[in-house]
């Protein structure tokens, strides 16, 4: 039998966003979606707009708030509906500032996202799958099993869910604690793409969340047919997983570059939409000790940048339970990154966030078995 044009392991879909009595969760579908429902119950258009505004403007979860809908289309709403997130089973307070959320959804699966506060923003960075499939060596995510991908309601649900705990609602028109999104959390959002497309396509409406697609990031290990695809549905911007610059070393730390080898990948970033436009694609370096930061891999990194508008976030490798890496020495990321510098692209070192939650780049691991147990015990992070 012919190979798919677009190669992906097997991951579970979702399961039917409905509570136990039977009632839809709204959350997650499209507007038109929306639309088709209203109209169903046979009322016009414009309250499917109403509707709108109040879920995802207003972040209101019970119909009875929603003033401008009649008392019976409430009642009508309220006997099939729910607006409905995912339950906060966890949430940790780093130090830093940094929180994270453990997230139980209606199958009782569970998955984290991270907020990151900084001066002039705040970034939420959500997962796109309850596990990963790709197994790259170094992180923590590859090495849990159980994977099936996250429903759109899921996604947009972490985005909610972080708004309600900042009590951000009403979508505010200036400063936010949540003006950033990175599809950086578990998961490999390009292998679960429409649901991903779904979600951010309802963030960024401007009259819901509204976050710009300028402000919005999605981060992948390179799946390269599903870049372009992105590129031209989305608009979104781009960070590949880079990590390596042979595709010996890039096969061993990722073995999906086995199926988009190095050449593949670099020519769909060179086709994203946003180059067109000098929008940077993020190109994301995870520094191990000894295996891929040398000044040698420095200067093969520059060279296949060429030509792209680029800047490479360089992540000091976060270290978990029974990690077969250590990170770089300070002196091997600063020449790594003083070699990249030169030749004109930028290259801040990211810093590690939350690492005394468990919640910086690679840790994030939901193993559903332990958090059971554990949560009879203390309550504490995954960490060993
Ligand atoms: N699947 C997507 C998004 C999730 S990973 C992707 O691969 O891009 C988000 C980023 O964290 C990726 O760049 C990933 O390679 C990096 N990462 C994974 N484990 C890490 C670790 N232990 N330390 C530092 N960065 C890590």
Known sequence: MAEPAIYAPPAFAPPPQV?????????????????????????????????????????????????????GLRAKLAEGYVIARPAVSRALDSADGTRKWLLEMVDGREVE??????????????????????????????????????AACEIVGQVMVARDALGEWPSPSGERLVSNIVVMGMGEPLYNYENVAGALTIVMDPEGIAISRRRITLSTAGVAPMIRRAGAELGVNLAVSLHAVTDELRSRLMPLNKKYPIAELMAACRDYPTVANARRITFEYVMLKGVNDSPADARA??????????KVNLIPFNPWPGAAFECSTGAAIKAFAGIVNAAGYSAP????????????????????????????????????
């Not at 506060?117 to 705040?122: I, K, L, M």
């Not at 994030?364 to 960490?383: F, N, P, Q």
């Open 301 to 310: 990194l520059v060279r296949l940048l060429a030509g792209i508008p680029a």
């Open 19 to 71: 509570t136990a009595d039977g009632r839809a969760n709204l959350v997650g579908l499209s507007r038109e979606a929306l639309g088709r429902e209203i109209a169903a119950l046979g009322e016009k258009p414009f309250r499917a707009k109403q509707l709108w505004h109040w879920i995802y403007h207003r972040g209101v979860t019970d119909f009875e708030a929603m003033t401008t809908l009649g008392h």
């Open 113 to 150: 996202s991270v907020h990151i506060p900084e001066d002039d923003r705040g970034t939420l960075c959500v997962s796109s799958q309850v596990g990963c499939t790709l197994t790259c060596r170094f992180c923590h995510t590859g090495t849990q099993a159980l994977v099936r991908n996250l």
């Open 349 to 384: 070192v990211r810093a590690p966030r939350g690492q005394d939650i468990m919640a910086a780049c690679g840790q994030l691991k939901s193993e559903s078995k332990r958090a059971r147990k554990t949560r009879h015990g203390e309550e504490r992070a995954e960490a060993g």
